[in-house]
């Protein structure tokens, strides 16, 4: 089982709909999480942290479920500029270890 | 203030020649990470340096690849004898310090090893 784990996708969404992504992670130890998105041919950049009582940052929503192991994050009213990949982050679980997953890939269209 | 930058940003090399690549961290961040992307693939993690020491170089594919880090700033990359699966985009962040911190990312470096 891989250390955290995403749905490849892609997803396929118009402008205007709601779309959430889970991603699971196994080491119950770890600590942070984050959700970063990673356009094409560019370096990633940090979307929110997702902290323990949830969190919203405009019509981005993250999630942390603890006893079942995975972060969430829910776009609301799409928009094309939303297109991009999604990569989840998990940091901690004894000493540094920062995994990245391997990214949920978003499409918005038209 | 000014991010991370690296340098340079793309690079065309022969096969079997070292190449390096130079990663200038945003101030004041204590540790600093190197990863690797080949396309269309995740990241690939290859070393983390806390301050000037490396704790971690587990993601260090061979003994061809080696890091430094001087001063607790720049760092560079090595890549000696360079092989064409070494082509890929090299990822430079910095954070904090290593463990929870949020992770900040360089534009990349380009390697590609004809």
């Known amino acids: 089982r891989k250390e955290v784990e995403q749905d490849p996708g892609p997803f396929n969404v118009p402008e205007g709909a709601t779309v959430a992504f889970n991603c699971t992670y196994s080491n119950s130890a770890s600590q942070s999480f984050f959700w970063y998105r990673q356009d094409c041919r560019k370096e990633p950049k940090l979307l929110m942290s997702v902290y323990s009582s949830g969190n919203e940052d405009g019509r981005f929503t993250a999630q942390l479920n603890r006893a079942s192991q995975y972060i969430s994050l829910l776009i609301r009213d799409s928009k094309l500029s939303d297109s991009a990949t999604y990569l989840c982050?998990?940091?901690?679980?004894?000493?540094?270890?920062?995994?990245f997953g391997a990214g949920t890939r978003l499409f918005v269209k038209a | 203030g000014a991010g991370v930058s690296q340098s340079p940003s793309n690079k065309v090399t022969e096969k079997g020649k070292d190449v390096e690549l130079r990663c200038d961290p945003i101030?004041?961040?204590?540790?600093l990470y190197w990863y690797r992307q080949s396309l269309g693939q995740g990241l690939e993690f290859l070393i983390y340096f806390q301050g000037n020491s490396a704790p971690d170089k587990s993601g260090l594919p061979s003994d061809r690849f080696s890091a430094e880090r001087t001063g607790g700033s720049v760092s560079t990359l090595t890549i000696q004898r360079t092989q064409q699966e070494d082509s890929a985009v090299y990822l430079c962040?910095?954070?904090?310090?290593?463990?929870?911190?949020?992770?900040?990312f360089g534009p990349g470096t380009r390697l590609t090893v004809t």
């Open positions: 101030s004041g961040h204590t540790a």
């Open positions: 982050v998990v940091n901690g679980g004894g000493g540094f270890k920062t995994i």
């Open positions: 962040a910095s954070s904090l310090a290593s463990g929870s911190y949020e992770q900040y």
